[in-house]
């Protein structure tokens, strides 16, 4: 477990005990849970912690990171911790028949051995995954639009909550979310790197939504990477806040439309992925049996770090630390749980 540079907040101290904390956490939860469902017509469904190797429908990420996997003394089957539920989404809508502008959301729990730990990541993660039938109209920058700013209200209602039940609370978030796509971004901060650019624009808007993330820059470069199976790169984005208490770019969704068959094609072309077409999930897409579909992960710990201002996302979850970084931290007014 490699750890990145921990920051330290100069004169830092938590507004809440540790039992405060667990308690303003499961308000965050509840509330953001059943209004996240109401915004976007979901139901809460049930998730696999784990699924087959040779299923194609593990989320690759940036297609770097190593899944942890293991077998039964019952089975011969290669089975791997899911690092998202992306595609398995997809593929229950499908089987639960959601209609068009339906869907479902879950708590996703996963294991992330290769992540290099520091105040906002953890080998821990916990998010909501949610995705969303659409039709073929809806596949458009403007539907993309509407759906962040639904998604935005709620982390507006969660600010609302907590001002009215801690009269301390200071409000941050602005009343709109910023649109801007990764190239004007690119343009606007020519000589900064992608991590620069997200912090100048989140410090200067509050919030941001950068569109369109996966597909090489104007310059040939790549705002970041995407697994060319699930997100259409033209068709999705990160939610980015800025955090004043690490004076950081916090990004706490990454969302998109899903790939149809065009897409997919592709995208797995470049990159040089189209061996995964023999999977099951992958020949439903190319055949169009799955339903066109809008989806992302919105994560839970980095929610309650952010709105209970926090300096280490050790504070409201329970995850493994290195010595080092824990140490420093117990110095620093920074309770780990």
């Known amino acids: 477990m490699a750890m990145k540079s921990?920051?330290?907040?100069?004169?830092?101290?938590?507004?809440?005990?540790?039992?405060?904390t667990e308690v303003a956490i499961k308000k965050i939860k509840d509330l953001f849970q059943l209004q996240l469902a109401a915004n976007l017509n979901l139901t809460r469904v049930s998730a696999p912690l784990f699924v087959r190797r040779d299923s194609g429908l593990n989320d690759n990420l940036s297609g770097v990171e190593r899944p942890v996997g293991f077998d039964t003394k019952d089975s011969k089957d290669d089975l791997e911790i899911?690092?998202?539920l992306a595609k398995w989404k997809r593929l229950a809508l499908h089987k639960y028949k959601f209609d068009v502008q339906s869907g479902i959301y879950t708590d996703m729990n996963a294991i992330r051995?290769?992540?290099?730990?520091?105040?906002?990541?953890?080998?821990?993660?916990?998010?909501?995954?949610?995705?969303?039938?659409?039709?073929?109209?809806d596949r458009t920058i403007e539907y993309l639009k509407e759906t962040v700013r639904d998604i935005y209200k709620v982390f507006r209602q969660v600010e609302e909550l907590l001002a009215k039940d801690y009269p301390q609370y200071k409000r941050v978030l602005p009343a709109d979310i910023y649109f801007i796509t990764s190239?004007?971004?690119?343009?606007?901060?020519?000589?900064?790197?992608?991590?620069?650019?997200?912090y100048l624009i989140s410090k200067e808007k509050g919030a941001v939504f950068i569109i369109g993330i996966g597909n090489k820059l104007g310059d040939g470069s790549l705002h970041d990477t995407r697994a060319a199976d699930y997100d259409d790169w033209n068709l999705n984005g990160d939610i980015i806040l800025y955090n004043e208490i690490l004076d950081i770019a916090l990004e706490l969704s990454s969302m998109g439309i899903r790939?149809?068959?065009?897409?997919m094609l592709h995208q797995l072309e470049q990159k040089n992925e189209l061996y995964k077409l023999e999977y099951p999930f992958h020949r439903d897409i190319v055949d169009e049996v799955l339903p066109l579909t809008i989806g992302g992960g919105i994560g839970q710990s980095r929610i309650c770090m952010f709105f209970l201002k926090k300096a280490h996302i050790g504070e409201?979850?329970?995850s493994i630390w290195p010595t080092e970084e824990k140490e420093k931290c117990a110095k620093n007014n920074i309770f780990l749980l």
């Open 6 to 20: 921990l920051i330290i907040p100069d004169g830092y101290a938590s507004h809440l005990s540790i039992v405060e």
């Open 113 to 137: 051995r290769d992540e290099d730990v520091d105040n906002i990541h953890s080998i821990y993660v916990d998010q909501w995954d949610w995705e969303k039938v659409i039709s073929k109209h």
């Open 82 to 84: 899911v690092q998202s």
């Open 316 to 318: 409201v979850q329970v």
């Open 183 to 198: 190239e004007d971004l690119r343009k606007r901060y020519p000589d900064s790197t992608p991590k620069e650019r997200e």
């Open 259 to 263: 790939v149809d068959r065009q897409a």
